[in-house]
């Protein structure tokens, strides 16, 4: 087994008390402005801007620092269209036969339905696939550790910097999603995560009327 090798932790060379309060602050200024949006305009946004939010995702944490995932970035409106066909079917399902009272009661306020136009509007969708195991050039298998966990750090991390960038986001996540394997060539060692939808929000886009729960229903200091 070979020794672990270790590096130097790069520091921010202003980081002090006042400074961390004020990053703390600001930031959380711009995060509590971010919403979910079903309302996308066909406005295009450049491939850098995507790339450079992927690679943020990609400096995540995970187990073992496996990095189990895989992003595939739909931007072909064939494809996209493959798979808001798709996802529909789903999603009649789910509202038609699958979902509890209970379940529905919940989405109400939200004013959700089968209908995902925004699948085809946006100009871009990102299928997020995680990874039970790895593969070695010959073929082996490697199994990754804390995949959930990772990944859903890892999407976290797109999220928020999708909208650093200005963009609107939405996670969509139509069950079963295994068509996304299909559409998108994926193979069985990956699972679909989330499909993330992104671009700018239409003009008039509205979004529900919510609220978010406070820091003390959240949170418990010891």
């Known amino acids: 087994m070979p020794e672990p090798r270790f590096i130097p932790l790069q520091r921010r060379a202003d980081v002090n008390s006042e400074t961390i309060a004020e990053r703390a602050s600001t930031f959380y200024d711009l995060m509590r402005a971010r919403r979910t949006v079903r309302e996308f305009a066909a406005t295009p946004v450049a491939r850098e801007v995507i790339e450079k939010c992927l690679l943020v995702a990609g400096s995540a944490p995970s187990g073992a620092n496996l990095q189990p995932w895989h992003f595939v970035v739909v931007g072909d409106p064939a494809i996209k269209t493959r798979i808001r066909q798709a996802a529909e079917v789903e999603e009649r399902e789910f509202y038609e036969q699958r979902a509890p009272q209970e379940w529905l009661d919940a989405l109400a ?91 700018h929000p239409a003009e008039n886009a509205m979004v529900p009327d919510i609220t978010r729960k406070s820091l003390a229903e959240t949170t418990t200091f010891r």
Do not use: W
């Open 109 to 199: 306020p939200l004013g959700t339905d089968a209908n995902k136009p925004f699948l085809e509007t946006a100009p871009y969708l990102i299928a997020i696939f995680s990874q039970s195991y790895g593969l070695l050039p010959d073929g082996r298998k490697v199994k990754n550790y804390y995949v959930q966990e990772s990944v859903g750090i890892a999407t976290g991390m797109l999220v928020t910097a999708l909208h650093n960038a200005g963009l609107a986001s939405l996670t969509h996540t139509p069950s079963p999603m295994g068509f996304l394997n299909e559409i998108l060539g994926r193979p069985a060692n990956e699972k679909p995560f989330l499909l993330l939808v992104v671009g």
